[in-house]
């Protein structure tokens, strides 16, 4: 066994509910690898609990918008100036300067992990000044990192084009595990993720008019307030419940007793377009048929595992039909059910962690 690389991770949230990066850097702590996870403070973050690796997060005044990353990003760079690290690796584009420019300081290994296509992200694509900005950090830092990973391929093809750079893909599934007890399925249509901007949540509230069955919230976001706003208006609110945060092992009991889960995307931004969220694959292993967008890392999964409806539009009326369908036909709904089985076998952690392994083995 050679020497124990010591490594840190930093993200922009409270680290709590990241089960990427949870699943990461357990399997880099149980593989002679000292892992170090750094997020920020929130107001109303709980206590941590108690992991293989080292966690920290540093309290931040601002708690979102360009004065959010400023401070986040000068607290991030002097307290990481202080602390030595064989590897630097910085999740996304608003946390990889303060990285990169410590790692160069010291000379030592940087690696940037893209867990979406940064400068495509629908609160950047609309805003030309904030997108310009960041395209010029993406343009002067990405070119100079040799050791790269992202989500899904399609990501990753651009990224390398673009800036002539190797991207490995680690993708985002959950750990496999056979559930020994049968869950009672309840009447709920499930959403569990961020509650931002194009995630189609105010046409899926309308839609729940023409469907028989609840609709559970699990996650918050930018849009919170306004999405609860948005639905205490509507003539069937008491069929929408918000569940807010809700940490990974309680999710996971939400997500095994729903009847259907929602992926919804919409195309605004090729960071959506091209996207391969946890929620697909966490859906897959809860034995959770699904309804989901007819984007290309989808359709792609979808052509080979038959585990989900896909749809292209988020109009009400066609989000209605689609739930309907599964809700009423038995006999497919049954089906989806079953080959979420036979796909859970294969896109798992316990073989997508091998990837992993190889990648930082070869950071050197």
Not at 7 to 33: A, K
Not at 192 to 217: C, H, S, T, V
Not at 247 to 262: F, M, N, W
Request: overall charge positive; proline content about 4%; aromatic content about 14%.
């Amino acid at each position: 066994m050679g020497k124990i690389k010591k490594i840190v991770f930093t993200v922009t949230n409270d680290i709590t509910y990241d089960q990427r990066m949870e699943r990461i850097c357990t399997t880099l702590s149980e593989n002679n690898y000292d892992v170090y996870l750094i997020g920020f403070l929130k107001k109303r973050s709980v206590k941590l609990e108690t992991k293989t690796y080292k966690q920290t997060r540093l309290p931040v005044l601002f708690k979102k918008g360009k004065l959010f990353y400023l401070e986040f990003n000068f607290k991030l760079f002097w307290y990481l100036l202080f602390k030595r690290f064989d590897i630097y690796c910085g999740i996304d584009l608003d946390t990889l300067l303060p990285v990169f420019l410590n790692a160069r300081l010291k000379g030592k290994l940087i690696v940037y992990d893209a867990h979406e296509y940064f400068t495509e992200l629908p609160e950047i694509v609309d805003r030309p000044i904030i997108k310009k900005m960041w395209l010029r950090l993406e343009k002067y830092l990405l070119p100079k990192i040799k050791y790269n990973y992202t989500v899904g391929a399609a990501i990753g093809e651009i990224l390398s084009q673009k800036y002539q750079q190797p991207y490995t893909i680690i993708r985002n599934v959950p750990v496999y595990q056979e559930e020994k007890e049968n869950h009672f399925i309840q009447n709920y249509i499930l959403y569990q993720g961020a509650l931002n901007k194009g995630r189609g949540l105010e046409p899926l509230m309308q839609a729940m008019a023409f469907i028989d069955a609840e609709l559970y919230i699990a996650g918050e976001g930018d849009l919170s307030a306004e999405l609860r706003d948005f639905a205490s208006t509507l003539p069937h609110a008491n069929k929408i419940r918000f569940l807010g945060y809700v940490r990974p092992s309680e999710l996971k009991k939400y997500t095994l007793e729903a009847k259907i889960g929602v992926n919804f995307i919409e195309n605004i931004g090729l960071s959506y377009y091209y996207s391969l969220s946890n929620k697909f694959f966490d859906y897959i292993h809860a034995g959770l048929p699904q309804i989901t967008m007819d984007y290309p890392e989808y359709a792609s999964l979808n052509a080979k595992y038959h585990v989900a409806l896909l749809i292209a539009d988020l109009k009400p009326n066609i989000i209605a039909t689609s739930v309907n369908s599964l809700l009423q036909d038995a006999m497919f709904y049954s089906q989806l059910k079953q080959n979420t089985v036979i796909a859970a076998k294969e896109l798992n952690w316990q073989k997508e962690e091998l990837s992993l392994i190889q990648f930082y083995d070869g950071v050197k």
